[in-house]
């Protein structure tokens, strides 16, 4: 293989927590883990071309919270500082993203994790890992050659917000009628990104689903994001590697939705991988032979098939929103009474914090109010920070393709808006990325209903959230488009 301007780097590091680790943050859903079903792992793409570079971080996560290591710390911002003080990569040309995968620990602030007993450890072990994840992809870089291209998958993923025409929120299989429904959003698309070395190949794969097959599940796993990763390593010829960025897919789940059925992981990860090697082997079989290039074009053009070369470029920006409150915060002091009340009819105890699994019936019912006059209590505080709803929206452009970090659960209808609008004929849309802020729900969200807008610390944002994240995003993706800012020192 020819020397090119692509120099590319990939890592993959073992993150699996010990068991004493809590799973969920989901009261009464939080737990401990009684095994692990299969190894979570974080794995790093390195870029540099001409003085650019990025570093991107996929792990197999629910999600990172800035407020992980507690009051007055940041743990994107650190991860960020760790790995530019290591590499010089500038700090808004890293990314750290996670699968949301749900057997996973509790790290998305649900619950302040550091004060847990022996947890805080792991906690900063799991920030040293992910750092020398980023820094092992950034020692390893070689030449390489970079293609994209977008495949689609139906059968995987579905809507879990049916909108009907009464104005209410349904998911299967209480689906209406096809001629009650008024719209539900998915997307099929697989985004795939290529970088071919000589000694091997590595691939990033995008697509939008929520990874809840077997949620809460006494065994910790990657889901279904953790079998598609495997099977392509294992069954596509010279793989080297294997990443996987989460769409969005914040009102998307698989079809069947939670079934606790590791069959059912297997064959969504086997179906998504299909597609996979299917696309790579394309990119092989009509890039890169320069006797059939004549011919290969030609096909390219009259085909439809979406994919192509990636010119050795690097560009970069990244920007915090102040994103609006929900419209129905309780008040503080209210809520907090509340609490302390439904708190004392269990006596104070905090059995209710205990696996739902493990409660009598009775525990469950005075449980899940306790649970939901905690949260209506958090929700009142958290809500009015504004940092807590300070959102970031990054965009790091490889040549013709873009990556646009999202750090929520993004609608699926505003980032096929984006992906439509957007000025790169490749655009993945990632979310779960440098933080989380929770659902981002779309404008009429709050008058439909349903759980995205309920009454928990997975919601803090307002009515209309996605859209602002969507039009500052197509924003930066022009100005990255025209600026041509490149990012290696800062």
Request: with cysteine; glycine share 10%; hydrophobic share 40%.
């Amino acid at each position: 293989m020819a020397m090119t301007s692509w120099l590319v780097g990939a890592a993959k590091v073992d993150i699996t927590p010990p068991l004493h680790i809590p799973e969920l943050g989901f009261i009464p859903r939080q737990h401990r883990f009684k095994g692990v079903h299969d190894p979570l792992f974080a794995k790093g793409l390195a870029l540099e071309t001409d003085g650019s570079a990025a570093i991107i971080v996929t792990a197999d996560a629910i999600g990172f919270h800035r407020n992980l290591l507690g009051k007055g710390r940041d743990f994107v911002a650190e991860f960020r500082q760790k790995v530019h003080d290591a590499t010089g990569v500038a700090r808004e040309a890293i990314m750290l993203s996670a699968s949301h995968a749900h057997s996973t620990p509790e790290t998305i602030g649900l619950t302040p994790l550091h004060e847990i007993e022996s947890a805080e450890e792991w906690v900063n072990a799991l920030l040293d890992e992910l750092v020398i994840c980023a820094l092992e992809a950034w020692r390893e870089r070689k030449p390489a050659i970079a293609f994209a291209a977008v495949g689609e998958v139906v059968g995987i993923s579905w809507s879990r917000r049916i909108i009907g025409k009464d104005g209410k929120v349904y998911r299967l299989p209480q689906r209406p009628k096809d001629e009650e429904v008024e719209r539900e959003g998915f997307d099929s698309q697989v985004g795939i990104l290529l970088f071919r070395r000589d000694d091997g190949d590595i691939v990033l794969v995008n697509f939008a689903c929520h990874p809840t097959v077997v949620q809460v599940n006494d065994l910790i796993s990657a889901d279904f994001p953790g079998a598609l990763m495997r099977f392509v390593e294992t069954h596509l010829p010279n793989c080297k590697i294997c990443l996987f960025a989460q769409g969005a897919c914040g009102d998307v789940n698989t079809v069947y939705q939670t079934t606790s059925n590791f069959d059912d992981v297997q064959l969504y990860g086997m179906g998504l991988a299909g597609e996979v090697i299917k696309q790579v082997a394309l990119l092989r079989l009509h890039y890169g032979h320069p006797e059939r290039e004549e011919i290969a074009q030609t096909f390219r053009r009259i085909s439809g098939w979406r994919s192509g070369m990636l010119t050795p470029q690097i560009e970069c920006a990244c920007e915090r929103i102040v994103l609006p409150p929900r419209p129905d915060l309780p008040a503080p002091d209210e809520a907090e009474a509340e609490f302390r009340q439904e708190l004392g009819k269990v006596g104070g105890q905090m059995w209710w914090m205990r696996s739902e699994g493990e409660l009598t019936e009775e525990e469950r019912k005075l449980g899940s109010q306790v649970r939901a006059a905690w949260d209506k209590w958090q929700v009142s505080v958290r809500g009015r920070n504004e940092k807590e709803r300070t959102a970031e929206v990054q965009v790091i452009a490889l040549g013709e393709a873009a990556l646009v970090g999202v750090s929520g659960e993004f609608f699926v209808a505003p980032a096929l808006w984006l992906k439509s609008n957007s000025p790169f004929p490749f655009t993945l849309i990632i979310g779960y990325a440098n933080g989380y802020n929770g659902y981002l729900t779309v404008r009429g969200a709050w008058l439909q209903g349903g759980y995205e807008v309920s009454i928990g610390q997975w919601t803090l944002c307002g009515d209309g959230s996605g859209e602002i994240i969507a039009e500052r995003a197509l924003e930066l993706l022009r100005r990255v488009k025209t600026e041509k800012f490149h990012p290696l020192q800062s």
